[in-house]
């Protein structure tokens, strides 16, 4: 029984076979509608991705290889964007204020921001072109803010707010290799010959249509 159990164990260990891989070498098309995907992998272990979903144009580039049942995705090194907290300043009185800089061709309409209260209350909201501006709850302050890119799923780390500094904050938004895929082991399920994933909150199924 324990030697059935050590090759059952030692079989699910071991790499799929080539000729597993080699069976889902091709392309596939994930279009569906408001979306545009398609995903190729190379024999060579190499894949091509890309997806035109509203505004957000992703594509990617890397190696892929079969593991338990699954394709698994791995970016080349990719640069991330982020947010820089570049200083904080009196704001006028009982305003709280958020200014963000960002490349020229990217809209602040974009991006959103979320206050943490003092009692641990959340709000904020979309910015405009001129940033945000919320009314400032002197019984209930917020003692932390971070910033988000929801279209890219870009999330910045909390920036505590020194009181003392005032509620003007100000932020650069960094884009660096915005738009390329950061997948690091990111996992495919086969069904059925497709290869089924999830992106930006939607499902996406890769159909082949060529070897």
Known sequence: ?????????ASIAMPAPAEDRATLVGLYDGHQMEMGAQLNLSADGRF??????GAL????????GVKNGRVLLTSDPVTPPRFVFTGQK????????LSLEAPKDVSLQYFDAVLTSARGGNKGGQLSEDGLSLPLDATDPPISVRMFLPMFEVAGDPVAIDPSKGYWLSFRFEANDIGKADFRGTALTIDKGDLVFERFGRIIRFRRVGG
Do not use: F, K, N, S
């Open 57 to 64: 144009d992703e594509a990617g580039q890397g190696t892929w």
């Open 90 to 97: 009196p704001a006028p009185a009982g305003t709280l204020r």
């Open 1 to 9: 029984m324990r030697i059935m159990l050590a090759m059952l164990l």
């Open 48 to 53: 091509d991705y890309g997806l035109v979903y």
